[in-house]
T-cell receptor
C-alpha cells in the first residue's frame, strides 16, 4: 500500500540549477497537489491539478512549473532554483474530503 | 496572508495531562480539518468538522467547531507520548485550502 510516493527525499542544489520533484499516487485519485512547508508558515499550496490534463496556480506558484503527466503522476519543476525555495515539499492526492500526503522532499538551495 | 491562527505554537506536557490547542480565523469556513504530522512524514487527517457547534470525538481527542464557524479547538485527554506531533488545522475550498502554522505538541513519559 504505497499511497503517495515522492522522489527524491533529499536534494541539495546550487542557486540557478534546475530540478524536478516527482510524485506518484496509486489510489486512482483525480486531484493532486504540491505544497511547501516552512517553519512558522504552515503548508502553502504551490500548484494543484483537479484532474488529468488540468493544472492551476495556488498561493505561491512563482518560480515553479508543474506537469500532470497522467492520472498517477504530478511533477514539480524548479527551473532556476533560489535560496528562498529551500523548503520541504509535499505532494498530496485527494479523495472526497481527505488529503493523502507523501513523506516529503527536503530541498536545500545554496 | 495567514488566515488561520493556531495557538499555542508549542506545548510540552507530561503523560496523563490534558491539553487544548486552538485554531482561529476572522473568516467563516464551511468546514475545518485537523491533521497530525509526525517528524519525517506528511500530515494525516484526524477529523473534518462541518457544522457550527459540532463536537466530534476520536478516542481521547475531542474536536469542536465554533458556532460561527470561524474557530475550532482540539482537546486531548490524558495525553500519551504517542500524541506527540505537529497539529495542523486547515480550511477553505480545495483549490485554496489554507493551513495554520501548527501547534507542536510534545508529551513526555
Amino acid at each position: 500500500n504505497a499511497g503517495v510516493t515522492q522522489t527524491p527525499k533529499f536534494q541539495v542544489l546550487k542557486t540557478g540549477q534546475s530540478m524536478t520533484l516527482q510524485c506518484a499516487q496509486d489510489m486512482n485519485h483525480n486531484s493532486m497537489y504540491w505544497y511547501r512547508q516552512d517553519p512558522g508558515m504552515g503548508l502553502r499550496l504551490i500548484y494543484y491539478s483537479a484532474s488529468e490534463g488540468t493544472t492551476d496556480k495556488g498561493e505561491v506558484p512563482n518560480g515553479y512549473n508543474v506537469s500532470r503527466l497522467n492520472k498517477r503522476e504530478f511533477s514539480l519543476r524548479l527551473e532556476s532554483a533560489a535560496p528562498s525555495q529551500t523548503s520541504v515539499y509535499f505532494c498530496a492526492s485527494r479523495e472526497a474530503g481527505e488529503l493523502f500526503f507523501g513523506e516529503g522532499s527536503r530541498l536545500t538551495v545554496l | 496572508t495567514q488566515l488561520l491562527e493556531q495557538s499555542p505554537q508549542f506545548l510540552s506536557i507530561q503523560e496523563g495531562e490534558n491539553l487544548t490547542v486552538y485554531c482561529n480565523s476572522s473568516s467563516v469556513f464551511s468546514s475545518l480539518q485537523w491533521y497530525r504530522q509526525e517528524p519525517g512524514e506528511g500530515p494525516v487527517l484526524l477529523v473534518t468538522v462541518v457544522t457550527g457547534g459540532e463536537v466530534k470525538k476520536l478516542k481521547r481527542l475531542t474536536f469542536q467547531f465554533g458556532d460561527a464557524r470561524k474557530d475550532s479547538s482540539l482537546h486531548i485527554t490524558a495525553a500519551q507520548p504517542g500524541d506527540t506531533g505537529l497539529y495542523l488545522c486547515a480550511g477553505g475550498s480545495w483549490g485554496k485550502l489554507q493551513f495554520g502554522a501548527g501547534t507542536q505538541v510534545v508529551v513526555t513519559p
